[in-house]
């Protein structure tokens, strides 16, 4: 885990004010401290200014550091004949050795190079299409100060944060938004369009949008140029559809064999790393091969699970929530052997964690579902550096009920947020009149549909099927990447998500339905690929999402931070919100069986994001344009 940023001019001398420069590099690794508080570096040069912050895989002993972590020390630096490139990198490469083989890239007599010095080296080799040899998850600078030219990659699924902008011909950019707010002339400015996302869309937002007006994102597999000659913004990777040859058979075996894989290769053996257990299929599956693993090594694995107190007395079933984990979680570990730790949430954490949350995210977040997931990442990044997580199954696979329910995924409308009237339920009319909500949803959900390559024959559901997969490679699944990275990251964990291995990523592209959800199975080729590696009763355990609270004393919680928020005359959402309407929604029943987003935002969830987004407007100095 690291957090990167820095400034290009074209033609600017940064060296004439040089203190000037190196002052607002420092700010940078402050702001971005919370990515990386163990080791630092800076690089400045006449037009190009490069931070860097790094979280160590093992914390520092008495101030000293390893040999590992010295190697991962940043900005790398790398010259070869007459270029001269220096790099700056947040993430980890998982096919590291293959590419260090093919770009020899160990110089100077360094006999084993950290991941950012063979990505450097591979870059000098190649330029720009070396990006398309790496296998890993990052968002990298590389300046070459030769050709007076910067490039910005970030990895092909968007698990790495990475956001710019520009100040007239002054262009900047960093892991987290508060650093860029921290360079002079840079400030938080939300548009119409910017409203919409946080209203219409929250807490998912439109792909390469940052929410605030003249701020990106770099859109996963993509990558851009910037030099004297301008801006570039140039695709690397993207999805292509093809007829599926595999069988049924070869499927299973190959889709076991990527996950096996990927697995193994986020491993890292010379580090300490733990897994989050759920109980689950998901998180299950990947606990399991990390054992194997590391048994081979006489070591045994750590696991840790998540419940809220008192869960047993307050659980309610529902259609979405069917069944506790606590019983699977523990009989994962027996099966396992593993040193399990169990981690428990209140109320009082969850609630105390919303503005934390809002603050790691720098935008409005999924609410107490990031709130208790920073609470529980910080409990975990205290005992271990880096873990590895479930994430991204159902979305490959096909786990959520709309992927099972034609009549979600053909209503012509983001399947996780069909109900646009609960996202007004607190808002003024005239508000919800004058940003059309219901146009800037449909608008955003069809340009996406755009974009779907679809393969010809393909009949209209199995076209429809595809579409949907897309929107949750590109809307669902980030949303859930930006969690568990940001959680992550405030509490000093890096966290890695196997599922999210973009060669498993291409191959399901193009599984039909009738192998991923073979009988009705849900997530049936999953489950085959992991036969023999668990107990069929977690291998067929119906899903269950990421936990909740149902603790009444909780919504209290909520309830009463709503009403002091609507009596604070001070409070910047105020604009937007409905007096009347807010109070009597106070008054009515929670209703938890019918979510506004994904499968667990229903009327806590609701009040928790907009407690979030006032928190943000009112931290970040919000501007309504």
């Known amino acids: 885990m690291s957090g990167i940023a820095g400034f290009y001019h074209p033609e600017k001398d940064f060296m004439k004010g040089e203190e000037a420069s190196h002052r607002q590099l420092r700010l940078f690794q402050r702001q971005l401290r919370g990515r990386g508080p163990d080791d630092s570096g800076t690089y400045l040069s006449a037009h190009c200014g490069l931070a860097h912050t790094r979280l ?22 790398l010259r070869r004949g007459d270029l001269s490139c220096a790099l700056v990198m947040d993430g980890e490469l998982y096919n590291k050795k293959e590419l260090e083989q093919e770009f020899s890239a160990a110089p100077d007599g360094l006999d084993c190079p950290g991941d950012a010095m063979v990505m450097l080296a591979g870059s000098l080799a190649l330029g720009a299409d070396f990006i398309k040899k790496v296998n890993g998850v990052f968002a ?25 902008t520009f100040l007239e011909e002054e262009f900047l950019f960093a892991s987290e938004i508060k650093a860029l707010l921290s360079y002079p002339g840079v400030t938080a400015r939300l548009d119409r369009d910017g409203l919409n996302e946080v209203f219409a869309l929250g807490p998912a937002r ?104 008192d869960s047993e007395k307050y659980f309610r079933p529902s259609s979405y929530q069917p069944s506790l984990d606590a019983p699977f979680v523990q009989k994962m570990v027996r099966f396992l052997d ?69 009549e979600r995924f053909r209503a012509r409308t983001f399947p996780w947020s069909p109900d646009m009237d609960a996202r007004k339920v607190l808002l003024k009319d005239s508000f919800v ?100 590696l668990l107990p069929d009763e977690i291998l067929f355990r119906r899903k269950s999402p ?20 609507l009596e604070d005359s001070s409070s910047p959402i105020l604009p937007f919100l409905d007096r009347e309407k807010a109070e009597k929604f106070l008054l009515s029943p929670a209703d938890y069986g019918r979510p506004w987003y994904g499968q667990l935002m229903a009327a806590p969830q609701m009040m928790a994001y907009i407690l979030q987004l006032n928190h943000w407007l009112k931290t970040y100095h919000v501007t309504i344009l």
């Open 56 to 77: 160590a895989a093992l914390p520092p002993a008495h101030g000293k550091k390893s040999a590992a972590d010295r190697r991962e020390h940043q900005p790398a630096f």
């Open 140 to 164: 990298a600078a590389v300046y070459d100060r030769q050709n007076n030219t910067l490039l910005l990659f970030r990895d092909r699924l968007g698990v790495k944060p990475l956001f710019f």
């Open 206 to 309: 439109t792909p390469g949008k940052a929410v605030f007006q003249g701020i990106w994102e770099v859109r996963p597999g993509h990558f851009l140029r910037i030099s004297p000659e301008g801006v570039k913004d140039l695709t690397y990777w993207q999805l292509e559809s093809l007829p599926h040859e595999d069988s049924e058979g070869e499927t299973v075996e190959k889709t076991a064999f990527l996950i096996q894989d990927a697995v193994r290769r986020q491993l890292k053996p010379e580090y300490p790393v733990c897994a989050f257990l759920s109980g689950g299929v998901d998180s299950s599956l990947v606990s399991a091969l990390c054992a194997n693993e590391l048994k081979k090594q006489n070591r045994r694995l750590t696991t840790f699970s998540f419940e809220f107190q």
């Open 338 to 406: 593993s040193d399990h730790h169990v981690l428990t949430c209140t109320s009082r954490d969850q609630f105390d964690a919303l503005a934390a949350s809002a603050e790691a995210h720098g935008l409005p977040c999924m609410a107490d579902v990031d709130s208790s997931m920073l609470f529980f990442c910080r409990q975990v990044g205290s005992r271990c550096r880096a873990a590895l997580t479930g994430e991204c199954a159902d979305e490959i696979f096909g786990g959520y009920p709309w992927f099972h329910r034609p």
């Open 433 to 532: 009149k004058e940003l059309d909500m219901d146009g800037y949803a449909k608008k955003a959900y069809e340009a996406s549909r755009e974009e779907v390559p679809l393969l010809k024959d393909e009949t209209e559901l199995q076209s429809e099927r595809r579409i949907l997969s897309y929107l949750n490679l590109r809307w669902f699944m980030q949303t859930l990447l930006n969690r568990m990275d940001r959680d992550a990251a405030a509490g000093c964990l890096t966290a890695r998500v196997p599922f999210a291995d973009f060669r498993i990523v291409e191959y399901l592209w193009n599984v039909p339905w009738e192998i991923k959800a073979k009988g009705g199975t849900v997530k049936a080729l999953l489950r085959e690929a992991g036969r023999g």
């Open 546 to 565: 990421y936990p909740k609270t149902y603790d009444a004393g909780y919504e209290a919680m909520l309830a009463d931070a709503l009403r002091r928020m």
